[in-house]
């Protein structure tokens, strides 16, 4: 009984700083008491991870970049404050939910680890079901979410034009959606499963796909990005661990379940469906993977006009006609902020490298559909790198190296080395 307690605190904790806007805690969005919870925690371990200190240097040039051009423009946006309120929440966030995960689960895998993300984002996705279908439902979630008054209004706005989801939507829920079927491709591409396993996660991959799409048409490049990793871990994944077969397995399930998903959406959301398969509809007829919002993104991508603005931009962050994220960071702190926003997020991604190649292919291809997505609207990936960031250190500090001095083999190079083999079989 304590352990499935543990465990349901541990999902939610997870849930909800995924989420953070799904629950409105003493007036603040989750994100903070999770975060708050995490600095605590981590302060009171004695500050564990030297690697925390890397994070805030990697994260300074675009600090540096704000304040330039706040220093040089007559605009004050609190973007960057706000911005760099929420990444500290996350950073600490993530240190308590993986801190918390190894209490729970002591030789938990990292595929485990996987799981629970892939299953707060499912859980995300029936949530927003519930919502759509019954009243009650979507009345007692709603009272729960921290809303403002203009998201509120634009939720009410685009009632009945699309699924609205739980803690997220638009274009946020296109991008957790992506996010997870990545996931789902690496978990079954590099782990072996048996037909029941296999079955659900293609369950799993399919409703993750439509619901998504049924909430933001973003989630097709996921579903690309998802595709491009298995190419890539086929024919460039190494022969022992690559589960080939097992995936042609899936690919089988899939086409079962993604036919057998298309029919229900037209069933049960008729009045959205062809908005949600409009890309995939115009391809059959075209030939073109487009849409009536993919067109106009051409109009929206602008650069700036002069040398002043494409060194230092003009300081304003807020919506101003353009959904575009390059244009926004752009004309937010010209073209150094821009680079220095997107070497924070890689050196995320780099912190999470560790020694089983399939997975450095998928932090690069996550980083490639972070790049992709940033076409269609600012977004990015860090509260995700933040957990595999202290998984990956946890694992290091307080599985590895005790081992290492068990056997008498503790050195600082193999230390730099700390995981070692397929990052999905590995168990602790």
Not at 338 to 355: D, P
Request: aromatic fraction near 22%.
């Amino acid at each position: 009984m304590k352990r499935i307690l543990l465990i349901t605190i541990l999902f939610v904790f997870l849930f909800y700083t995924l989420y953070p806007q799904a629950l409105s805690f003493f007036g603040y969005s989750f994100l903070f008491t999770s975060g708050a919870l995490g600095l605590a925690w981590y302060f009171y371990n004695g500050r564990p991870f030297p690697e925390v200190v890397n994070i805030f240097l990697s994260y300074i040039p675009f600090v540096f970049a704000c304040f330039l051009t706040s220093y040089l423009t007559p605009y004050k946006d609190p973007y960057m404050m706000d911005y760099t309120k929420s990444q500290i929440a996350w950073i600490f966030g993530s240190y308590f939910i993986v801190t918390l995960f190894f209490i729970v689960h002591p030789r938990g895998s990292f595929t485990l680890f996987l799981y629970y993300i892939v299953a707060a984002i499912f859980v995300q996705c029936v949530i927003s079901i519930a919502m759509h279908k019954n009243e009650v439902i979507r009345d007692f979630f709603n009272s729960l979410q921290m809303i403002d008054v203009v998201a509120l209004a634009k939720r009410q706005e685009t009632e009945g034009a699309r699924l609205l989801g739980y803690g997220v939507a638009f274009f946020g829920a296109g991008i957790s959606c992506g996010f997870a079927l990545i996931i789902l491709v690496y978990i079954i591409l590099r782990t072996k499963l048996d037909l029941f396993a296999l079955i659900l996660l293609g369950g799993v991959y399919c409703f993750i796909l439509y619901v998504g799409l049924l909430s933001a048409r973003t989630t097709s490049i996921g579903l690309f990005a998802s595709i491009i990793l298995a190419v890539i871990l086929i024919f460039i994944g190494d022969e022992k661990n690559t589960q080939r077969k097992q995936f042609y397995r899936f690919l089988a399930i899939g086409a079962l379940f993604g036919f057998i998903g298309q029919a229900l959406a037209y069933i049960y959301f008729p009045e959205f469906a062809d908005w949600a398969f409009e890309a995939f509809i115009n391809f059959s007829k075209t030939g073109k993977f487009r849409t009536a919002s993919s067109d106009g993104l051409g109009e929206m991508f602008q650069t700036p006009h002069t040398f002043d603005q494409w060194l230092y931009g003009w300081g304003v962050m807020s919506f101003w006609g353009s959904d575009v994220g390059y244009t926004r960071l752009l004309f937010y702190v010209g073209l150094p902020g821009t680079i220095a926003y997107f070497f924070y997020q890689f050196m995320l991604i780099k912190m999470s490298f560790t020694n089983d190649k399939a997975f450095v292919f998928t932090l690069l291809v996550m980083y490639a559909y972070n790049l992709a997505l940033n076409y269609k609207g600012l977004s990015d990936l860090n509260l995700f790198m933040y957990l595999f960031v202290f998984y990956f250190l946890h694992y290091r500090y307080y599985i590895y190296t005790p081992q290492l001095y068990r056997l008498g083999k503790y050195n600082p190079i193999t230390l730099r080395n700390a995981v070692q083999g397929s990052t999905s079989r590995r168990r602790i």
